[in-house]
């Protein structure tokens, strides 16, 4: 026996069919699904709920986000040093992507959750607000409360060049494997074709920076490069900000798994990006910023290119320049921290590595319920980490554990922009490279060795 769930949206009706099991307990989900009793065994329930609350992630468009307290109450001033280029209410963002190109009725390009063999390069410009200045913008980007909401809407989309299909053709000759020249030439010159991209827009800004975001589950194209654009602007709009965006977003029962399934078909085309990125000379440094999944995305991507690099006798941090390896409300288990970034000695690779968690991350609790997880490592807080995971922790100079405990919302999985204290010390880290603690400017509370805390009102730093 099954029972049918039906969500309505657009007028369209999708159906989502889960097994009865005998003496489950009836229960009820409010909100975009309405109201329904719905009778399912606590594994159905709690992976109908996790489905639910990380698929409120995605959203056709939004206001910008809360200004950091670093502005608002701190008395910094984001923009003065801004140039002229960047003095705009549009923003121009790079981004990569194996998302699959599609067009809509009108022919606007756009991408969706299906996967590319192919990975493309292009520029998304996002527009904030509709008719206010840049001046209007700059002043209510340094206050609490703001004249207008300021909505951000994904302007256009342009793609300026594709690299071939992977797997490249190839032969086996003598017990090594031979590449088709072809399509080695055609990657040579599309590589080129970013190269030459990413220098015009690095002659743009007087830091020498790409700072790259990946985002998590379910989140569509436009999302991801929300949270970018706004995240790059108040960090004074200072580097390259690069979207890398995968095919994640399909929603639906099967979305989380598909999701999942999509992190591990990207992870050859992140590399090949970050294998690009260190090819670029007048690249100074690399800030590396993953959110939820893409956290997973991005530790095995740095993984295999730290081992990569390690087995050819080069030092991981000398090739791929990576000042800050950032993973937001990471959504994976708590020992895969030890295995992937300290055991496999990954601390190595970056300068920095920072954590931001949560005990009141909502999305990550169904998950560690879903999975079974002795804690997602996206809700690490103060003695609730397992011994062995302290002990390696505390003996990672730069691995830092950041608790927040600010509140959070409903959901509270995407607080690192969403709140003005988490969001103010993201920018400390990325734009001050500032390392934890208040002898360095970045008065967090000290917990556990290598475990900071931060609360509702941070930072508390006085003007400059």
């Known amino acids: 026996?099954?029972?049918?769930?039906?969500?309505?949206?657009?007028?369209?009706?999708?159906?989502?069919?889960?097994?009865?099991?005998?003496?489950?307990?009836?229960?009820?989900?409010?909100?975009?699904?309405?109201?329904?009793?719905?009778?399912?065994?606590?594994?159905?329930?709690?992976?109908?709920?996790?489905?639910?609350?990380?698929?409120?992630?995605?959203?056709?468009?939004?206001?910008?986000?809360?200004?950091?307290?670093?502005?608002?109450?701190?008395?910094?001033?984001?923009?003065?040093?801004?140039?002229?280029?960047?003095?705009s209410t549009r923003i121009d963002l790079l981004y990569v992507t194996d998302r699959a190109p599609e067009r809509d009725e009108q022919g606007n390009l756009g991408y969706g959750h299906e996967r590319s063999r192919s990975m493309a390069f292009g520029s998304a410009t996002i527009q904030i607000g509709e008719e206010g200045t840049w001046e209007a913008l700059a002043r209510d980007s340094g206050r609490h409360k703001r004249s207008e909401p300021w909505d951000l809407q994904l302007d256009s989309v342009r793609e300026l060049g594709r690299f071939p299909p992977t797997p490249l053709p190839f032969t086996i000759e003598d017990g090594r494997v031979v590449r088709d020249a072809s399509s080695l030439q055609v990657q040579a010159h599309t590589e080129e074709a970013l190269r030459s991209e990413i220098v015009r827009r690095l002659s743009m800004t007087p830091e020498k920076e790409v700072i790259v975001y990946v985002h998590g589950y379910n989140n569509d194209f436009d999302d991801a490069a929300f949270t970018l654009a706004e995240l790059w602007h108040f960090a004074g709009r200072e580097g390259v900000p690069l979207l890398y965006t995968w095919p994640a977003g399909r929603g639906g029962l099967t979305g989380y798994a598909y999701d999942r399934e999509s992190g591990e078909f990207t992870i050859f085309h992140l590399k090949q990006l970050l294998r690009a990125l260190s090819r670029v000379p007048e690249i100074e440094r690399i800030h590396l910023l993953a959110h939820s999944r893409g956290s997973d995305v991005t530790l095995s991507a740095v993984r295999e290119l730290a081992i990569e690099a390690r087995a050819s006798g080069v030092d991981p941090r000398t090739r791929y320049r990576i000042a800050n390896l950032i993973l937001a409300a990471p959504d994976m288990d708590v020992e895969v921290l030890g295995q992937r970034v300290i055991a496999e000695g990954m601390g190595a690779g970056p300068d920095l590595v920072t954590i931001y968690a949560s005990r009141g991350?909502?999305?990550?609790?169904?998950?560690?319920?879903?999975?079974?997880?002795?804690?997602?490592l996206g809700r690490a807080r103060e003695g609730s980490l397992p011994p062995d995971i302290v002990n390696l922790v505390e003996k990672a100079v730069n691995v830092s554990v950041v608790e927040s405990r600010v509140r959070t919302g409903l959901i509270g999985h995407g607080y690192f922009h969403s709140d003005p204290a988490a969001s103010s010390d993201l920018i400390l880290v990325i734009r001050d490279r500032r390392r934890p603690g208040a002898e360095h400017g970045r008065p967090l509370k000290p917990a556990e060795t290598n475990l900071w805390v931060l609360e509702d009102g941070y930072p508390a730093l006085p003007k400059p």
């Open 1 to 87: 026996m099954e029972i049918d769930i039906y969500k309505l949206q657009n007028e369209n009706v999708a159906l989502l069919r889960f097994p009865m099991v005998q003496g489950a307990r009836p229960f009820t989900i409010t909100g975009f699904w309405g109201i329904q009793p719905i009778a399912a065994s606590p594994l159905v329930r709690v992976a109908f709920l996790l489905l639910y609350v990380l698929g409120l992630a995605g959203c056709a468009g939004r206001p910008l986000m809360p200004t950091p307290n670093l502005y608002a109450s701190a008395g910094r001033e984001p923009f003065t040093a801004v140039g002229a280029d960047q003095r």
């Open 361 to 376: 991350d909502r999305a990550l609790g169904l998950a560690e319920k879903l999975f079974g997880s002795v804690m997602r």
